[in-house]
């Protein structure tokens, strides 16, 4: 996984994850694969938090490299979370460029 989306999604404060999930909870399902692995990287910070080892899965688990309506799913969540929630929006910047290419995956 990118190691710029662990740091974004470890800086978030319990609030700000919290208010992700719901987010994500809450969107229609326009990108299923995308935020199955927003949630993912959400329970694995939650569980982190506690100290609870889980295994983080890289984006590739979960979705496609093909999947374009993935890396579009995350640039309108992102629009979506601008005006409301926007620590996740950084979360959502690093993820729309880890898929497009703009974050070289490690």
Not at 41 to 49: G, K, M, N, T
Request: charge should be negative.
């Amino acid at each position: 996984m990118g190691t710029h989306v662990h740091l974004i999604v470890a800086d978030l404060d319990d609030g700000e994850l919290d208010a992700l999930i719901v987010t994500v909870d809450d969107c229609p399902q326009f990108a299923p694969s995308l935020l199955a692995w927003v949630e993912h990287i959400c329970d694995w910070e939650q569980h982190r938090r506690v100290g609870h080892e889980m295994r983080l899965h890289p984006p590739e688990a979960a979705i496609d490299s093909s999947d374009d309506a993935a890396a579009i799913g995350g640039a309108l969540l992102r629009a979506s979370l601008a005006g409301t929630r926007p620590a996740g929006t950084a979360l959502l910047d690093a993820i729309v460029a880890l898929l497009t290419g703009g974050e070289r995956r490690q």
